[in-house]
C-alpha cells in the first residue's frame, strides 16, 4: 500500500487552470504507474491520466486529451496534474492513485488511493 496525499483543487472560473499535486509516502514510488482519476456527483469514478514509472509514457480519457497533462517527479515522490482551459464540466473530485500493474485504466487496475480534492469549476 501507498499512502497517497492530493493538494491543489479549488474554485476557478470557467477557462482557468489548476496544477494538482499527489504526494506518496513510499521509498519504492519509481515502482509505481500513477493514476489520476474523478468523481463528479451522482456519477461513476473515471479515469482521467495516467503515466508509467519513468514519465515516458502517459495516457488520456478522450474526454481531456489536449487539456490536461500528467507528470511525475520521482525525486520528490510526486505526481501532478495540470489543467488548462477548466470547463464546468470537469467539476468533480479528483484522485491520486497508485498501480503495480503496466496497463489498466478500470479502478480495479489501481490499488492504492488517495482522499481526493475538490475541484469546482464556475460557468
Known amino acids: 500500500q501507498v499512502q497517497l496525499v492530493e493538494s491543489g483543487g479549488g474554485l476557478v472560473q470557467a477557462g482557468g487552470s489548476l496544477r494538482l499535486s499527489c504526494a506518496a509516502s513510499?521509498?519504492?514510488?519509481?515502482?509505481?504507474?500513477m493514476g489520476w482519476f474523478r468523481q463528479a456527483p451522482g456519477k461513476e469514478r473515471e479515469f482521467v491520466a495516467a503515466i508509467i514509472w519513468s514519465g515516458s509514457a502517459t495516457t488520456y480519457a478522450d474526454s481531456v486529451k489536449g487539456r490536461f497533462t500528467i507528470s511525475r517527479d520521482n525525486a520528490k515522490n510526486t505526481v501532478f496534474l495540470q489543467i488548462n482551459n477548466l470547463k464546468p464540466e470537469d467539476t468533480a473530485v479528483y484522485y491520486c492513485?497508485?498501480?503495480?500493474?503496466?496497463?489498466?485504466?478500470?479502478?480495479?487496475?489501481?490499488?492504492?488511493w488517495g482522499q481526493g480534492t475538490q475541484v469546482t469549476v464556475s460557468s
Open positions: 513510499t521509498r519504492t514510488f519509481s515502482d509505481y504507474r
Open positions: 492513485a497508485a498501480s503495480s500493474g503496466w496497463y489498466g485504466s478500470r479502478t480495479s487496475d489501481f490499488g492504492s
